[in-house]
């Protein structure tokens, strides 16, 4: 790729000669191990809904479940974007709708029920990684002091003396057109 | 030499690369003293604007001193002058330069080709800005070679400090191009959109321009602090509804003039749902740009009045309601800023002590440290604002 890139430079332009490292901040990573943790998902609920419905006792709601890998995906490759904190929030929301699901399908004529639990808490985990990486990828993070700026006006004589100033110059103008 | 080098999305370091050399009689080569990071850089860092390429040095606010020129400066620039550098880069010879429009300058972008294929004419090289403006090396780095060097600078004297003048490199001129385009008149309320660096710039500006009433609309409180301190009125638009308010402050008839700098990247939110419908879409490549704001102001406008542009949009916008652009008259004005029209006005009044840009600046650090302040002004953090390199 850089092969090519220079190809696209003119002959004297600065070419790379070392490269500084890259820097991934932690809350980042976090969201990349999210956000393919549920591109994969969505591609297995999509693909194979009945394995997932067998397994939980849930026949017949085949449709539900590849909808749900739909917004899985969705979710997911939103959390690999720039807008990360939209993913995982997204993600976050999701999960809601997963453990709705899985409530549902808690009943006690379900032969599958303990495997319905095992998902709900494997759902409860990894709501808890979404809401913490939704946290960590806010902008500004809360903890940090806010400071604030009331004290710059930008006017070395002050905001006054601009306004009076921009108001004499305006009144020029005006006896200047007529 | 040291340089920030784009590898991709999110991914720019700082990188050791070799020295820029003239390659034009029209070029010289500046000695770099003090660089800034832009809102535009943003873009460019989520690759959101296409045409950038592994190896590409960042940067378009740049000043130095010149250290070598070509041998076709006829004497308007020697070793040793301290410069400015603007963004466009400008023949000074073409139609378009001798009109004014200096950043639809028909003779520097190299790559006129591709910009003809994606805009249906060339506009002017810039400076670190994709290889559809020219895939001029960019300024955050130790050196700078500046093509068309003779007519492309702003000279400044001495006696003022490199963060007082930096921003005659772009975001000044251009918050005071968003303003001027405004046609703005002593009852005019204007409402800008976006209180980043740009909107900092047009505030200050309305209010130099004269105008009656300057509304300021953000949703980080440090930034509306600083609205607020160059006179303007501050709406948080994440408590507040910003119709309501704009409604209230103008006795229910809308701002004359409103100025978008914000662009492409208004933020998601689901309070603003057309912003996750963009963002879908985005995601699909139904969309490049997500246009909040610009339906908003077209919306919220006086019948009559101007919409002006300085915000970066990348190619192709949805739901734009052209029924209520039309229907009240409203004028569109925009365009990447023609910054020599402005700077010898704009660099008397600071002079002058009329106005001191270096207000905006929150931090200054090493050209090293360039990767990290990225991050640091795309998320706002640590208060930050304006981000200054010394090399
Ligand atoms: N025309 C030109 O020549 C030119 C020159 C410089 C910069 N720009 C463009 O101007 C824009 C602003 O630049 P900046 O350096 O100030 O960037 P910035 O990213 O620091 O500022 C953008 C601001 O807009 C705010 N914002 C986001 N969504 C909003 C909404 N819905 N309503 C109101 N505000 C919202 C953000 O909170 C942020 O403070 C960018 O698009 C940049 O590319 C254009
Ligand atoms: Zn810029
Ligand atoms: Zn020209």
Redesign the pocket.
């Given at each position: 790729m850089y092969y090519v890139a220079n190809i696209m430079r003119s002959e004297g332009d600065p070419k790379i000669v070392r490269s500084g490292p890259r820097q991934v901040p932690p809350a980042d990573r976090l969201a990349r191990s999210l956000g393919w943790f549920s591109i994969g998902l969505g591609a297995l609920e999509l693909l194979a809904p009945r394995r997932i419905t067998r397994t939980l006792g849930m026949q017949g709601d085949e449709t539900l479940v590849r909808a749900f890998g739909l917004r899985e995906i969705f979710s997911g490759i939103m959390s690999l974007s720039v807008d990360r904190n939209a993913g995982l929030w997204s993600r976050v929301a999701g999960d809601g709708l997963d453990a709705a699901a899985l409530m549902s399908a808690m009943r006690r004529d379900n032969p599958k029920k303990h495997n319905v639990a095992l998902a709900l808490l494997m759902v409860g985990g990894i709501a808890l990684l979404d809401y913490r990486g939704a946290q960590e990828t806010a902008q500004r993070p809360q903890n940090g002091r806010r400071r604030l700026y009331p004290d710059r006006s930008g006017f070395p004589k002050g905001l006054a003396a601009a306004k009076a100033a921009a108001q004499r110059v305006l009144s020029h103008a005006k006896a200047g057109a007529s | 030499m040291k340089a920030l080098v784009w590898h991709g999305k999110e991914d720019i370091r700082c990188d050791e690369v070799t020295d820029p050399r003239i390659e034009d009689p029209r070029d010289a080569i500046i000695r770099v003293t003090s660089c800034a990071i832009?809102?535009?850089d943003?873009?460019l860092f989520h690759n959101f604007i296409p045409g950038m390429l592994p190896g590409d040095i960042m940067g378009h606010e740049t000043m130095g001193e010149v250290v070598e020129t070509g041998d076709g400066m006829n004497g308007k620039l020697k070793k040793g002058d301290r410069i400015v550098v603007p963004?466009?880069i400008i023949c000074g010879q073409c139609e378009q330069c001798k009109r004014g429009n200096f950043?639809v300058c028909e003779t520097t972008n190299r790559k006129r080709h591709l910009a003809e294929k994606v805009f249906g004419h060339t506009t002017a090289g810039l400076f670190g800005y994709t290889h559809l403006t020219g895939g001029y090396p960019g300024g955050q780095a130790e050196y700078l070679r500046v093509p068309f060097a003779d007519t492309t600078h702003i000279k400044v004297p001495d006696g003022l400090s490199d963060e007082q003048l930096l921003f005659l490199s772009?975001?000044f001129p251009?918050g005071w191009?968003?303003a001027a385009q405004c046609d703005i008149e002593p009852t005019d309320t204007v409402a800008i959109?976006?209180?980043?660096?740009?909107?900092?710039m047009a505030i200050r500006s309305a209010i130099l321009l004269g105008a009656n009433q300057v509304i300021a609309?953000?949703?980080?409180p440090e930034?509306l602090s600083m609205a607020e301190a160059g006179g303007a009125t501050i709406i948080d638009?994440k408590t507040e509804s910003?119709m309501e308010r704009l409604q209230e402050l103008t006795d229910g008839r809308g701002p004359e003039k409103c100025i978008d700098?914000?662009?492409?990247?208004?933020?998601v939110m689901p309070s603003?749902p057309d912003?996750i419908l963009d963002r879908a879409k985005q995601m699909l490549m139904l969309e490049s740009d997500r246009p909040?704001?610009l339906r908003?102001m077209i919306y919220l406008c006086r019948p009559g009045g101007v919409i002006s542009?300085?915000?970066?949009?990348s190619g192709f916008s949805d739901k734009i309601p052209m029924g209520a652009l039309m229907n009240k008259g409203l004028t569109v004005r925009?365009?990447?800023?023609h910054v020599n029209r402005w700077t010898d006005d704009l660099l008397r009044r600071i002079a002058d002590g009329e106005i001191d840009p270096s207000f905006v600046i929150t931090h200054t650090v090493d050209l090293e440290r360039g990767p990290e302040m990225y991050r640091l002004?795309?998320d706002?953090q640590d208060s930050c604002?304006?981000v200054v390199l010394k090399p």
């Open positions: - | 832009c809102g535009s943003l873009h963004f466009t950043s772009d975001i251009t191009q968003a959109w976006g209180c980043g660096p740009v909107g900092q609309i953000d949703c980080v930034r638009f910003v700098a914000t662009g492409t990247e208004s933020h603003q912003t909040h704001v908003e542009i300085p915000g970066v949009y925009t365009g990447q800023t002004f795309r706002k604002v304006k």
